[in-house]
């Protein structure tokens, strides 16, 4: 039997999880121009999300990675106690690659997907550090008046006290998703499983395959 | 019962084949310094298997994405019939933010990583140019002794004439690493599937779940 502490999540799952979300979100008329996959963590999900805000005939959402690591997850020794400087850039965005099919995130419907939800650190800095590139970009381009969205996806919300926020609009409207609102117990991700039989049988006693 | 022409991929079958695969890396000891998943399709196995590729206490192997289309796909009006330009950069490699923590490529072991080996031009493409940025940071930083290793894995290798060459060096050795060779069938990999769970049970009704 599973331990109860645990939380196991099968892929079949992230997959129906995702396969929702983007229902949800096309049924807004929503769907991102763009998707920012936070790597690690964000990459899987970002990549089966897509699939599902396709539409027939039309081109894929491009996918623009972004490297961010919690400082303590680096194993770096450093005695950081700011928000803002917990949070290390291992990639950033690449506007020079995409260029000539891809001016700029100004005006853009942007959706920001990460796995999980913790102590809201990283998606604090995601979507602040987001919020100044585009402000940048405006300033430069001479666009001030056009409307930027924001969006977060996340698969699983801790329920639990978070040491950042997100913006008041961001979380008073349908611009920050979480598939699931679980309990603060360890979350089993199935990329992180030994055995992924062993782990697809526990999620299914735990009722969310 | 499945369609014989398309052959159905699980994602459990997907783990399996990147965890194989990273005990075979580990095995010959060539641990990647750094992952650099082709994005969409590499995305996936690029996350998954840096779970395998991980030494207890050590750091997580660092993941850049790049995005990578062929031209074709973009749905771009083109008449494109060169190698070197079928293939449009959709983010490149992002050094700025790895600086601090990652000086460059040079001298480093490289696994590259897509989902497969269809025609071989987005893989030529993804090696080639890396190759360039190497020298070309060699040159730069007056390194030019230094000795760097470049690896390919890819889940899938069609069995069919390629468009496109990799060095021979790298076919010649475990620097070419398909974790399966398959027939020019039609790979449904499960992150476009409609139903995930008949997905699967075609997968495993064709034995490879």
Not at 51 to 71: C, H, R
Not at 98 to 125: A, C, M, N, P, Q
């Amino acid at each position: 039997m599973p331990d109860d502490n645990k939380y196991y999540i099968s892929y079949n799952n992230i997959h129906k999880l995702c396969q929702k979300t983007a229902k949800e979100i096309m049924a807004r008329n929503e769907r991102p121009d763009i998707i920012i996959g936070i790597s690690g963590g964000g990459l899987i999900p970002a990549r089966i999300i897509r699939s599902f805000l396709k539409k027939k005939g039309e081109k894929n959402i491009p996918i623009q990675a972004i490297g961010l690591s919690l400082y303590e997850n680096l194993g770096l020794d450093s005695q950081v106690d700011t928000i803002g400087k917990s949070v290390v850039r291992t990639q950033w965005l690449d506007f020079g690659a995409l260029e000539e099919h891809f001016d700029s995130l100004i005006g853009k419907r942007i959706l920001i997907i990460d796995e999980v939800d913790d102590t809201r650190t990283t998606l604090h800095y995601a979507v602040s550090e987001l919020q100044k590139e585009v402000e940048d970009q405006q300033r430069k381009l001479n666009r001030l008046n056009e409307i930027t969205n924001l969006s977060v996806f996340v698969l699983h919300n801790k329920d639990k006290p978070k040491k950042a926020n997100l913006p008041e609009e961001m979380m008073n409207s349908h611009h920050y998703i979480a598939a699931e609102t679980v309990p603060d117990k360890w979350l089993i991700y199935p990329w992180d499983a030994e055995d992924i039989e062993e782990h697809t049988q526990m999620a299914i006693q735990q009722g969310h395959n």
